[in-house]
């Protein structure tokens, strides 16, 4: 029997990582994404026709047992949300709505269909917020934005729905995953495509906030393949998806522009608008449970992931500089 899986978020990055993986593993893969005036699916353009798409809005109950009802699927895995989070200290209400109670929605709609689907949570590494690092499994979480809290409660939802209902929920905390799909307001996506874009004369200043905030970078394409593994478990749980090693933003910006043959410092301006009202100053990860339990480790490191995302932003620059 095919599989079938539900991916909310499917346009998003991980989503379209996640995406390809089943598909390459035989699933019928169904995704959610929402009504919009401007087309929105380029990071899944590559297997549009081999995916089912339906409208959909994780602030829509109705929507959401719809698309149950005709999916019948076998897994859920839930990575939509409003996932900036600098973003979420300007629409804080917004962010609780789709992020929070989407999860949810979710879930209720899951469990009030009588459905066996398993469910995946794509929790995050910002819920621990300034707790001493290495974060585990075991650290307690201090979530220092609403986003943070947003997820905070979607992932106590959904150990909530697991230990209530006996469902199969896990929840990944996931510290921070990148590729050249990532979305171009984020820190690192922002700095390669600007790389790329002064390294042709298309752009001269690079606007950045707090260059000290240190994260755990990994590649979204590592993090989709440990998605899937959790799902696979016989008893459900929680897991951290971490490769272990924390750069700086400044460091990160080293890096990438030591790659891309420019010279950072004439081009980078600090912006006070960029800073968040209260920073989360290092997330690094522990993932010994994934290791141990699911075999799962990171195939790219982040200097080859910091490589790959400037390499595909220059051919994207190259691309644009000749109109």
């Known amino acids: 029997m095919t599989r079938r899986a539900l991916i909310t978020g499917v346009s998003g990055q991980t989503g379209s990582y996640l995406a390809e993986l089943l598909l390459d593993k035989g699933y019928e893969v169904h995704g959610i994404v929402r009504r919009s005036s401007s087309f929105n699916t380029g990071r899944i353009d590559h297997i549009f026709d081999r995916l089912t798409l339906h409208f959909a809005d994780m602030a829509d109950t109705t929507s959401l047992r719809a698309v149950l009802d005709e999916a019948q699927p076998d897994e ?10 600098r973003v979420s200290f300007d ?7 789709v992020t929070a109670l989407g999860a949810l929605r979710m879930l209720e709609a899951i469990r009030r269909s009588g ?42 939802t959904t150990v909530n729905y697991r230990e209530a209902y006996g469902m199969h929920c896990v929840a990944g905390i996931l510290m921070n ?26 752009q ?7 260059l000290n905030a240190e994260r755990d970078w990994g590649h979204a394409r ?9 799902m696979q478990t016989p008893e459900p749980r929680d897991y951290v998806l971490a490769t272990g090693t924390a750069y700086d933003v400044r ?10 043959g420019v010279d950072w410092e004439r081009h980078v301006k600090i912006d006070p608008r960029l800073m968040r009202p209260r920073e989360v100053h290092s997330l690094r ?16 490191s982040t200097v080859e992931l910091i490589r790959e995302m400037v390499d595909a932003d220059l051919r994207l620059a190259e691309k644009e500089a000749r109109g």
């Not at 590592?222 to 959790?230: H, L, S, T, V």
Request: glycine residues 6%.
């Open 177 to 202: 995953h990148e590729s050249p799909r990532r979305g171009e307001t984020f820190v690192t996506r922002k700095i390669t495509r600007a790389l790329g874009r002064i390294k042709h004369g298309l």
């Open 204 to 210: 001269k200043t690079l606007l950045l906030g707090n």
């Open 285 to 300: 990860g522990d993932a010994t449970l994934a290791r141990e339990r699911l075999g799962w480790q990171p195939e790219t």
């Open 115 to 156: 459905s066996k689907a398993r469910f995946y949570q794509a929790s995050s590494s910002e819920m621990f917020g300034n707790a001493p690092a290495p974060q585990s499994e075991s650290t307690p979480f201090q979530p220092a934005s609403p986003y943070a809290c947003a997820k905070a409660f979607a992932h106590y």
């Open 222 to 230: 590592d993090y989709a393949r440990g998605i899937w593994m959790m």
């Open 91 to 97: 629409v804080p209400e917004y962010t609780a709505d």
């Open 251 to 260: 460091h990160f910006l080293d890096v990438a522009a030591s790659y891309a």
């Open 76 to 85: 859920v895995y839930n990575l939509a949300a409003q996932s900036h989070v």
